[in-house]
Structures are given as C-alpha cells and as structure tokens.
C-alpha cells in the first residue's frame, strides 16, 4: 500500500519538477554571477576596495552570503529534513559551521587555492549525497548507514573552502583581513539561523500533515536532481572556461 502510494505521487509530481528543473538550468544560465558560489559584482567591488577592519559590512556579506547560498541552504535542508529534536539540529549544524569556519578561514590565509568550480561541483555532490541518505539509498544498496556527523563536518569543511578559494580570486587588503574574515564568518553564522528558523517552520507545519512520509521521498528527490544540476552547471563551467 505503502508503496504504490508513493509511486503515484511520484507520478503525479514529476513533471512538475522536471519544469521546475528546465526553469532552473535556463536561469542558471542566464544569470551564473548571481548564484554563483562566493558574492555578486557589486559586493566583489566593495571587497577588493576595502582597506581596514569594517565589522558591520563584513557581517552583513557573511549573512547574505548564507541566505541567498543556494548550495548551503540546499544541504542544510536535507542535514535537518529527518531531525525532529532541537539538540540534534544544533549538533548537525554546529559540525557543519566548524568545518565552514576552519576551511574559510585557513583557506584564506594560507592562499590555498583551487578551481573554484571544482570545489562547487563537489558542493553540488554534498547535496545529492545527503538526498540520497535520506532516502535510504546506501542501507538498500550497502547495507550500512554512512557516519552522518562525519559527513557533515567534511561537507562543512569543503563549503568553507569552496568560498574561501572564491574570496582568493578578489584579492583582499591584508590590512585588517583576519578581523574582516571573523566578522564575515560572524555573519554566516547569523544567516544561517536565519535561514534554518524558516527551514524549521515551514518544515514543522509541514510534518504535521499525514502524506508527511509519502511526500519526503519525493521532495529529497527532487533535491537531488538540484544537487545534479549544480554539479553539471560547475562542471560545465570548468569545462568551457
């Protein structure tokens, strides 16, 4: 019963993903520089500019960096999908913070760098991984169940670097860059509350609904197709540049 229930919503729903994917890959790529995984143009000007320590601005960068992050707020999405007690939800995404944190940090300065869109396409990954856990994927086909805190904080870690090597390509003073750079990740973290209180209501009104069960299979699908996407976006993108 079970089953033929979630074939049929997942019938019902396909094609109106699958539109919902084609509008995405066309707005993608229409508009790369504004979802692109770091800041937008007229942010990346302030930032080169910038000479000093500025607390307020850097703050603000780090929580619009989170809001408007397409690819943290994905995987945050699938880190807390099936995580009903608030404790476990501080857990997940105080491990994923640190691993954000450590490798913007050492990133930048220590100048390590790589592709930006390499780091992104793994980004992209991250999110279908986490899809697939929630979906049972490596129980049915391994017969184990991954380290989720494990992931997570490697997942962290790789986000972290991902903006970390984009912030290396605009080229900060050195005159009040560790200040900056703690004010900046100060401002992550905000927006990362930020964003999980509103992941949080929409997704607690929306357990409550009976097809609650039904729907998640589907809904981390879809997720997963984005996550897809991501990574072909990025890849395409190392590829023509």
């Given amino acids: 019963m079970f089953q033929s229930l979630r074939t049929t919503l997942a019938r019902d729903l396909f094609y109106p993903c699958l539109g919902l994917v084609l509008v995405l890959v066309g ?11 770091g800041v937008t143009v007229g942010d990346k000007g302030y930032i080169q500019e910038t000479t000093g320590v500025h607390p307020i601005p ?19 999405l699938g880190v807390i999908f ?33 592709s930006a869109y390499i780091i992104d396409a793994i ?8 899809a697939l856990d929630n979906m049972g994927a490596y129980q049915r086909w391994f017969g184990f169940q991954p380290n989720t805190k494990v992931a997570t904080i490697l997942f962290g870690l790789l986000h972290g670097f991902g903006l970390a090597t984009k912030i290396l390509e605009y080229e900060l ?10 004010f900046f990740n100060i401002g992550v973290e905000i927006g990362q509350i930020l964003a999980l209180v509103v992941i949080l ?24 197709m984005l996550g897809f996407l991501l990574m072909f976006y990025q890849m395409t993108g190392y590829i023509v540049q």
């Avoid at 707005?27 to 995984?37: L, M, Q, R, V």
């Avoid at 960068?61 to 945050?76: I, N, R």
């Avoid at 980004?123 to 986490?130: A, E, H, N």
């Avoid at 003073?173 to 703690?182: E, F, R, T, V, Y």
């Fill in 201 to 224: 209501i929409v997704i607690s009104y929306w357990r409550k609904s009976e097809r609650f069960l039904l729907q998640a299979y589907t809904a981390n699908a879809f997720v997963m």
């Fill in 123 to 130: 980004i992209g990954f991250s999110v279908v991984y986490k």
């Fill in 27 to 37: 707005f993608f790529g229409i508009i790369p520089e504004a979802f692109a995984h």
């Fill in 82 to 114: 099936f995580l009903y007690r608030l404790k476990n939800v501080l857990i997940y995404v105080t491990l994923f913070a640190v691993g954000h944190i450590i490798t913007l940090l050492s990133g930048v300065l220590m100048e390590i760098s790589v």
């Fill in 173 to 182: 003073s050195p005159d009040g860059l560790l200040a900056n750079l703690i």
């Fill in 58 to 76: 850097f703050i603000y960068l780090g929580a619009k960096h989170m809001m408007t992050g397409y690819d943290h707020l994905l995987f945050l």
